[in-house]
């Protein structure tokens, strides 16, 4: 019983401790190709997939945004 108290203990320290982990755009690409996979029989592959997908997609940059200029004010 100590040794399982003191597991449950350290796992809880160990998430406490842990950092914050980014999933933008996963969640949506996760549930989008798993929809996907499901209809191929795929469900788990599909997830994953739509995961790395959906977090590239979302980490892309705007290309009309990096290219932005702040107007001049010359005449």
């Known amino acids: 019983m ?3 108290l003191a597991a449950a ?3 809880a320290i160990s ?4 950092p914050a982990a ?3 755009g ?9 929809v996907a996979g ?6 788990k592959l ?5 995961c790395v997908v959906g977090h590239h997609e979302a980490n ?5 945004k990096a290219n932005a200029q702040a107007p001049s004010d010359q005449k």
Do not use: E, T
């Not at 996963?26 to 798993?34: F, M, S």
């Not at 892309?60 to 009309?64: I, L, S, T, V």
């Open 22 to 24: 980014d999933a933008k």
């Open 46 to 50: 599909g997830a994953a997939a739509g």
């Open 60 to 64: 892309k940059g705007d290309p009309n």
């Open 2 to 4: 100590r040794w399982v």
């Open 9 to 11: 203990f350290a796992v």
């Open 15 to 18: 998430f406490a401790l842990a």
């Open 26 to 34: 996963c969640i949506k690409g996760a549930i989008v190709g798993g």
């Open 38 to 43: 499901h209809m191929a029989g795929h469900g």
